[in-house]
């Protein structure tokens, strides 16, 4: 059908220091029931936000790191991260919290160009 | 596309990203991104080196209001409200550097 | 608004969800069925018990298309599809649902 967008949600920045990161999940699971082509990159400091391991009662803040779990079951498959991003904090792939395509910043700049739609948080 | 950066170069990576992720189009600094267009700043040579991939814009109201519209380094286009629209309009798409 | 029950007082926000999760048990669960003219049957209680399990699981109750899907894959096709979901929940399988099990409503639901 030719009114599917495609929307790609880039994700810059760490959870729970900013409301940036639930704040984009929150739309992505919004954006996911008017079944467009959705896609989620992570880079810079946003690539925290699927790192494994989030316990967050301590700080007293609903952890989130679970609900991209979902995302599978809202068929939202497309997520892509910034390989250097990973490598300057010292993770890889086995790190994160969901399965996602490690690419390269001019691969991920490429993905970028195709879409439609870009929402930045 | 068009890339707009909002935050200063020297204390956010955001316009760092967007040079090296981008593949090209254009950069429209606003807000505290102006300060990346002023003379003699620490990111000027990453800056002029993208200007080979991009074009560079500045919106003036924000060069103006940071006392920085004299300084502006050559390659750099300053624009008003009015261009900043036209910019949007003419680029298939435009993502924000938050 | 709160819901008064073995003289106890539990608080819930005024759509009638219940504010904290943690308080949430069966004897709750019947009450806001009530209030929402539910009659609780076994049929019910696998959706309800099924929302908590994923919420516990995923952090957030599902929008109605993932819900029917996943309960699907789980309790099988005559009870993974809208019209099942809908006789036993008739004001929305995922609004109403979500209520009786204590959870908060679902994300993009208006």
């Known amino acids: ?121 | 596309m068009l890339n707009i950066v909002n935050k200063s170069p020297l204390e956010r990576n955001a316009l760092q990203s967007c040079i090296e992720t981008g593949t090209g189009g254009a950069i429209l600094l606003i807000e505290d991104g102006v300060y990346a267009v002023a003379r003699g700043n620490s990111f000027e040579p990453t800056l002029k080196a993208a200007m080979g991939k991009f074009k560079v814009y500045a919106l003036a109201p924000d060069l103006e209001a940071r006392g920085i519209a004299d300084r502006v380094m050559d390659g750099v286009t300053a624009v008003d409200y009015g261009g900043f629209v036209d910019l949007v309009a003419e680029y298939k798409s435009s993502q924000s550097w938050l | ?110």
């Open chain 3, 1 to 110: 608004m709160a819901i008064e029950i073995n003289g106890k007082s539990v608080e819930t926000d005024e759509e009638g969800y219940l504010v904290n999760l943690a308080d949430w048990d069966e004897a709750i669960a019947g009450v806001l069925a009530q209030q929402e003219n539910v009659t609780m049957t076994d049929q019910h209680w696998e959706v309800i018990n099924f929302l908590r399990d994923y919420y516990n699981e995923f952090q957030i109750a599902p929008a109605v298309r993932v819900l029917t899907k996943a309960i699907g894959k789980k309790l099988g096709p005559e009870k993974g599809n809208s019209q099942y979901l809908y006789e036993l929940f008739p004001y929305g399988p995922a609004k109403q649902a979500c209520k009786i099990a204590g959870l908060p409503k679902p994300t993009g639901c208006v």
């Open chain 1, 1 to 121: 059908m030719s009114d599917i967008k495609k929307f790609m949600f880039v994700n810059r920045k760490a959870p729970y220091g900013t409301i940036y990161a639930l704040e984009s999940l929150e739309v992505v699971l919004i954006a996911a029931a008017f079944e467009q082509d959705v896609s989620l990159a992570f880079m810079d400091d946003g690539v925290y936000q699927i790192k494994k391991g989030h316990q967050t009662k301590g700080i007293e803040v609903k952890g989130f790191e679970k609900t991209y779990g979902a995302l599978e079951d809202y068929d939202v498959t497309k997520l892509y991260v910034d390989a250097e991003s990973l490598a300057a904090r010292g993770l890889t792939a086995d790190d994160l919290t969901v399965p996602v395509e490690v690419m390269s910043r001019a691969e991920l700049g490429k993905m970028m160009e195709e879409q439609d739609v870009l929402l930045s948080f």
